[in-house]
């Protein structure tokens, strides 16, 4: 299990709120470990994979939409 799930799930039980950032790819697996762990309602934040072969102006891009999707996520109540 990621030690980012892992994270995020302690991090809310201790009520801050938190988003965990992965890529898509991941996408499924971080579905069904929250849902393990009893959120599946857990905030998230998806980047298309690869990142590592992204120019710096792509990259400042996918965190300009990121940080919106991470701001969008801890000003709405999970569902």
Known sequence: MSCGLRDVTNLEA??????????????????????????????????????????DDEIRGLASQTLRQILSSLTTDPQ
Do not use: C, N, W, Y
């Open 14 to 55: 201790s009520g801050r709120p938190t988003v965990l950032i992965h890529t898509d790819l991941f996408g499924e697996g971080v579905a069904m470990q929250a849902e393990r762990l009893g959120q599946p309602a857990m905030r998230r934040a998806t980047l298309p994979h690869p990142v590592q072969d992204k120019t």
